[in-house]
């Protein structure tokens, strides 16, 4: 059983460090005007040249160490501060690639214009996770050119892609990243004002599915009636996905770990946007539906558009599925599943083709020992309350890996968001105070860690 602590749904006092505010402020304003969108090729330059800057910052934060490392990867940036003799390493982790914008039509705000509308700061990467690499550039600023400690800088590059070049990265550069504890700035706060740190993630993988039925489109009306659509074949199909209470209906997908924390509802109601009378899926708890149990999701799908339609019967259609994979399986099983799944359940006899996508196993992480506590009395201090120790429905798959290639290192998974954030959606913001509040818990951190020598 994985313990998360519960706590009210409150803020604390903003914090007050207006130079410290306004270094990231500038920061992320440089860094979010870059559409370093790595899902779109046309951004290949954009990500590149977000890099670039990323290199710049940390060279201007004095950093005496930095590179761009590629290898057939999108560029990755790695700065390193040299160990005082004795001391420990901490690598501190963030991504510099971010999220399609979507509609811009829902946006409020320009996507790549950092803007500030009282305390928050909108902004696509604003919270995921450009505001993970401020806050590690602040926090080089405030420790100086001496850190009390040796410190790595890893700023990937295609994490929003699935990390699918990570485990080659790690295999060419593991003694480059080798660490005694990581920081992996990338989840989520209980709360404004409320800090968390992650103890389990659900992993990730995807398919494309391809449902066919003709071998040319033909009149809808000579022929339907006798002759079945992709597109309607393909959505029979995707509805086995689920049960009718909306649970995942694929078999082997079950929970293995449960959350003993407290998830209000109407908290949940305003922070999902779920609309009056719509239902919630699946079973449980919410705190395990959301954080233990499996999530499929359809998230795109080739289909003719309403502008481009006519009465035909299509003969081909394509879906995009997403499955988050939940903690004490693999990603590799949950793949198998999905698609034997896909395959046994093809209607009306229509041929389906499965191509898998990147995948990234699920992760548990026990927050124990000096480090752990360390970790947990900054984070206290800075916020001025203890940190809820959560799980994440979301995934980052170089957690696991750092994990199984670093198993005597400390992995410590803090937050930059909260759930006023909408990471991956319309409208992106982190809040300016908790972001202080990060830098000033990091950087308490990681003097304990020194002093400890």
């Not at 160490?65 to 005082?84: I, K």
């Amino acid at each position: 059983m994985l313990v998360a602590m519960t706590a009210p749904h409150h803020a604390t006092t903003p914090s007050s460090d207006p130079q410290l505010a306004q270094s990231l402020i500038d920061d992320l304003t440089r860094l979010v005007a870059l559409p370093s969108v790595g899902a779109q090729a046309e951004h290949a330059d954009d990500l590149l040249r977000s890099a670039e800057l990323t290199a710049e910052l940390l060279r201007q934060a004095g950093c005496p160490e930095v590179r761009l490392l590629g290898d057939g990867s999108a560029p990755a940036v790695l700065g390193r501060y040299p160990a005082p003799p004795g001391a420990p390493t901490v690598c501190l982790y963030a991504h510099h690639d971010v999220q399609p914008v979507g509609d811009p039509a829902l946006w409020r705000t320009e996507p790549f214009q950092l803007t500030q509308v009282g305390r928050r700061l909108y902004g696509r990467g604003a919270a995921d996770d450009k505001g993970g690499l401020a806050a590690h550039l602040a926090c080089l600023r405030e420790l100086g050119p001496n850190p009390p400690v040796g410190l790595t800088v890893f700023i990937e590059g295609e994490e929003e892609v699935g990390s699918p070049h990570l485990d080659d990265f790690l295999a060419r550069h593991r003694e480059l990243l080798r660490a005694d504890a990581f920081i992996v700035a990338d989840a989520d706060n209980w709360d404004v004002g409320h800090p968390a740190l992650t103890i389990s993630l659900r992993g990730l993988c995807g398919v494309l599915v391809e449902v066919a039925t003709l071998d040319h489109a033909v009149h809808s009306g000579q022929f339907g009636g006798a002759v079945p659509d992709a597109v309607t074949a393909l959505c029979r199909l995707l509805a086995t996905l689920h049960a009718p209470d909306g649970s995942v209906a694929v078999a082997g997908l079950e929970a293995k770990v449960g959350f003993d924390a407290e998830y209000p509802d109407d908290r949940f109601q305003v922070e999902s946007g779920l609309l009056p009378g719509v239902e919630r899926l699946g079973q449980g708890s919410l705190a395990d539906r959301l954080w233990a149990g499996p999530a499929i999701t359809v998230v795109a799908m080739d289909v003719p558009s309403l502008e481009q339609a006519s009465n035909t019967l299509q003969p081909r259609a394509r879906a995009a599925i997403s499955l988050r994979v939940p903690p004490g399986s693999t990603a590799d099983h949950a793949l198998v599943q999905l698609t034997d799944h896909l395959l046994a359940h093809a209607p009306w006899g229509a041929q389906v083709t499965v191509r898998p996508g990147p995948t990234g196993d699920p992760a548990q992480i026990a927050l124990d020992g000096p480090v752990a506590q360390a970790a947990l009395a900054a984070w206290g201090e800075a916020f001025g309350r203890p940190p809820v120790l959560i799980g994440q429905g979301g995934s980052i798959p170089l957690v696991d890996r750092l994990s199984r290639l670093y198993p005597e290192a400390s992995l410590i998974v803090s937050a930059v968001g909260d759930p006023d954030s909408r990471m991956h959606g319309a409208n992106e913001s982190v809040d300016l105070d908790d972001l202080v509040r990060t830098v000033a818990a990091q950087t308490a951190f990681i003097r304990r860690l020194g002093q400890s020598v």
